[in-house]
């Protein structure tokens, strides 16, 4: 088989990987009655950060070329492939600007400092509806992915719940992590907006 048929085999299945035979049960309970991911997808969260650190691990480019594994780990875990352009995935300042004007599928749950915004996301999520944060602060803003969960204090955030969320740093001293309150992804929620696309 040619190298470009075996590329073009892979895309063919990863495409059809983001959105067939959708997971119906991304969420379970805890002894103590909280909401928690379930087992498949904790394993699949592991995965993603095992394929992750693996990327970390032989970037020569200080992580420049793992930029894209934030839209495969969504692809992977929420099985859309919105972020999945032209036979490869964005990278992740990307994100942000196709949110906004390509889809139509994807709206605005509101700023990071909100709660009712806080408390939605999560919601969203533990229904299987892709979620997002995103700083805005930059052209280059993080993108943390909403997983199902629920809602934590942020002590360091004030008195104030947030959601779980899945994180892939694009910089060497910050490790990836799944599972997670919001603000281990960011010091400071402002000008950080949650995002989430509607079920198809």
Known sequence: ??????????SIFIISACGDEKRTNYTTTDDE??????????????????????????STKNLLDCKYF??????????IDDFYKDGEY????????????QFGTW???GDATNQKALETA??????????????????????AIIVPGHVKPANSWGKINVPD???FFMVKHLEPFA????????????EVILYTRTLD
Not at 1 to 10: D, E
Not at 124 to 143: C, L, M, P
């Open 1 to 10: 088989m040619s190298t470009r048929i075996l590329i073009l085999s892979l």
């Open 179 to 190: 599972c997670k309150p919001l603000n281990y992804a960011w010091s400071d929620p402002s």
């Open 107 to 109: 709206k605005v749950l």
């Open 122 to 143: 999560q919601e969203h999520a533990n229904n299987g509806q892709a979620t997002v944060a995103i700083s805005t602060r930059d052209k280059y803003g993080h993108v």
């Open 70 to 79: 934030i839209a495969k780990a969504i692809c992977d875990f929420y099985q």
């Open 90 to 101: 964005v990278d992740y300042h990307e994100m942000h600007d196709m949110i906004h004007g």
């Open 33 to 58: 009655g909280n909401t928690v991911m379930t087992e498949e997808s904790m394993d699949i969260m592991s995965d993603l950060i095992d394929e992750f650190n693996d990327c970390r691990t032989s």
């Open 165 to 167: 969320c899945a994180s």
